[in-house]
C-alpha cells in the first residue's frame, strides 16, 4: 500500500476513498483505528479497564543510543526473571496498567513488554514516535532529513498494523525535545505527530524539560489542526506551578512524573496548588522509574528501593492528610489517564490561541 494511498482519515475498517494528508484521492482498506478504546501491548481494551494507572514509567532502558540499533544488548530470560517479582507487587498495590515510555533506540522492546503484559496482568502500553533528547543522540537520520508527512507516515504505519514484524500496536505517539525553545528538527517532531494524530488518534506525549518548547509546539499542533488535548507534557519536574497551570489552562495534559520519596513534599504542594486552581483535571502522575542496561550488558536499578511504588506507598498517603477527596485521587490515577489515552482524533478549534504565532 502506497504512503498517499493508506493515509486516509476514517474510524473504522472499510474500503473507502477520502483526501489522505498528502492531498490525493485513494481507495484504501483500512484497519480499525480503535476510537474511543486504548491500546495495550496485548490489543485495546475499553477505557474503563485501565484502572489505577501510572501513566510514565519505564522498564528497561539502553543508553547506547543508535550506535546499537534496536539490538537488545541484556539477557532477556534474566531480565524478566528481575522484573516480574516488582511488577507483581505493583498489581498487588492495586495498579492496573503501567504506560511504558521507552522510545526506539532508547531499547523500545515490545515484544518483552507483552510477555511482562501477559505474565504479571498489567495492562502495558507502548509508543512510536522519537526523541530528540540529549542533544538527538537518539534520533535517526531519517527525521532529519524526509519530510514531515514521511515520518509522520512511519509512525502512522506502525500505529495501524503493528510495530516491526510484531503485530503491537501503540498506544500513544511519543517525542523527545530540549528546552528553551525548538529547533527545526524538533519543531518537525511536532509536526509529524499532529499529522499522525489526525490518521490514528492516537495521544502524543512530549518529553520536555520546560514550557517554552511545550508552548512552542502546541502553536505547531494548533497550525496542523489538533487540540491541546491531544498533547500530554511529561518530564515536569523542573518545571513550577505557573508553567504547569499555563499549559493546562490550554487544554494540555501535563503528567508530574518524578514522584519520589525525598520530594514528596513538593508534590503535594503542586499538587494542592493545581487542585487550588481548577486544573486537578488535566493532571497525571507517575514515578519515571527504570532499569538500565550496564556497560557489562547487566540492568541496573535506577529508582527506589521498592521500584514502582512510590505512589501507592508515600504519596496518596499524604494526599490523603492533605485533604484530597478519594473523588480526587481517582481522577489523577484512573479518571484523567482514560480520558488521557482514549484513542480520539482532537481536531483543533481555530479560535484558540496558544501562542503570538
Keep these: 500500500m502506497s504512503a498517499a494511498g493508506a493515509l486516509a482519515v476514517t474510524a473504522k475498517c472499510a474500503a473507502i476513498s477520502m483526501?489522505?494528508?498528502?492531498?490525493?484521492?485513494?481507495?484504501?482498506?483500512?484497519?480499525?483505528?480503535c476510537v474511543g478504546r486504548v491500546m495495550t501491548v496485548n490489543g485495546d481494551i475499553r477505557p474503563s479497564k485501565m484502572g489505577m494507572t501510572l501513566s510514565h514509567e519505564y522498564l528497561?532502558?539502553?543508553?547506547?543510543?543508535?550506535?546499537?540499533?534496536?539490538?537488545?544488548?541484556?539477557?532477556?530470560?534474566?531480565?524478566?526473571?528481575?522484573?516480574?517479582?516488582?511488577?507483581?507487587?505493583?498489581?498487588?498495590?492495586?495498579?492496573?496498567?503501567?504506560?511504558?515510555?521507552?522510545?526506539?533506540?532508547?531499547?523500545?522492546?515490545?515484544?518483552?513488554?507483552?510477555?511482562?503484559?501477559?505474565?504479571?496482568?498489567?495492562?502495558?502500553?507502548?509508543?512510536?514516535?522519537?526523541?530528540?533528547?540529549?542533544?538527538?543522540?537518539?534520533?535517526?537520520e531519517y527525521v532529519r532529513t524526509d519530510t514531515v508527512e514521511d515520518i509522520a507516515f512511519r509512525w502512522i504505519r506502525e500505529s495501524w498494523y503493528g510495530i516491526g514484524d510484531t503485530g503491537i500496536r501503540p498506544g500513544f505517539i511519543q517525542i523527545g525535545v530540549e528546552g528553551t525553545g525548538l529547533s527545526a528538527v524538533h519543531g518537525k517532531l511536532f509536526q509529524a505527530a499532529g499529522k499522525a494524530h489526525l490518521q490514528t488518534g492516537l495521544p502524543i506525549m512530549v518529553h520536555a524539560p520546560d514550557s517554552i518548547s511545550v508552548l512552542e509546539g502546541l502553536s505547531l499542533l494548533r497550525k496542523e489542526g489538533v487540540d491541546a488535548?491531544?498533547?500530554?507534557?511529561?518530564?515536569?519536574?523542573?518545571?513550577?506551578?505557573?508553567?504547569?497551570?499555563?499549559?493546562?489552562?490550554?487544554?494540555?495534559?501535563?503528567?508530574?512524573?518524578?514522584?519520589?520519596?525525598?520530594?514528596?513534599?513538593?508534590?503535594?504542594?503542586?499538587?494542592?496548588?493545581?487542585?487550588?486552581a481548577d486544573m486537578l483535571d488535566r493532571v497525571l502522575i507517575s514515578q519515571a522509574h527504570y532499569w538500565t542496561v550496564d556497560e557489562k550488558s547487566e540492568l541496573k536499578k535506577m529508582g527506589e528501593d521498592r521500584m514502582y511504588l512510590t505512589i501507592f506507598n508515600k504519596l496518596i498517603?499524604?494526599?490523603?492528610?492533605?485533604?484530597?477527596?478519594?473523588?480526587?485521587?481517582?481522577r489523577l490515577t484512573e479518571k484523567n489517564p482514560q480520558k488521557a489515552f482514549e484513542i480520539s482524533v482532537r481536531k483543533g478549534k481555530t479560535h484558540k490561541k496558544y501562542l503570538l504565532f
Excluded at 107 to 119: E, I, T
Excluded at 244 to 257: K, Q, S
Aim: glycine share 6%; charged share 25%.
Design 60 to 140: 528497561v532502558r539502553d543508553f547506547d543510543g543508535l550506535h546499537g540499533g534496536s539490538a537488545i544488548r541484556y539477557d532477556m530470560e534474566k531480565a524478566f526473571n528481575l522484573l516480574m517479582p516488582y511488577l507483581l507487587a505493583l498489581k498487588r498495590a492495586g495498579c492496573d496498567t503501567l504506560v511504558e515510555c521507552t522510545p526506539v533506540y532508547i531499547g523500545r522492546n515490545v515484544r518483552f513488554l507483552q510477555r511482562l503484559s501477559k505474565a504479571s496482568g498489567l495492562n502495558i502500553l507502548t509508543n512510536t514516535g522519537c526523541s530528540g533528547t540529549d542533544k538527538n543522540r537518539y534520533l535517526p
Design 229 to 276: 488535548s491531544a498533547l500530554i507534557w511529561a518530564h515536569t519536574a523542573e518545571s513550577d506551578t505557573a508553567d504547569l497551570l499555563e499549559v493546562t489552562r490550554l487544554g494540555a495534559w501535563v503528567c508530574m512524573d518524578n514522584v519520589k520519596t525525598a520530594s514528596i513534599t513538593e508534590s503535594v504542594k503542586a499538587l494542592y496548588r493545581l487542585k487550588k
Design 317 to 330: 498517603p499524604r494526599l490523603e492528610k492533605a485533604n484530597f477527596s478519594r473523588s480526587d485521587i481517582r
Design 19 to 33: 483526501p489522505s494528508v498528502f492531498g490525493r484521492d485513494s481507495e484504501a482498506k483500512l484497519p480499525d483505528l
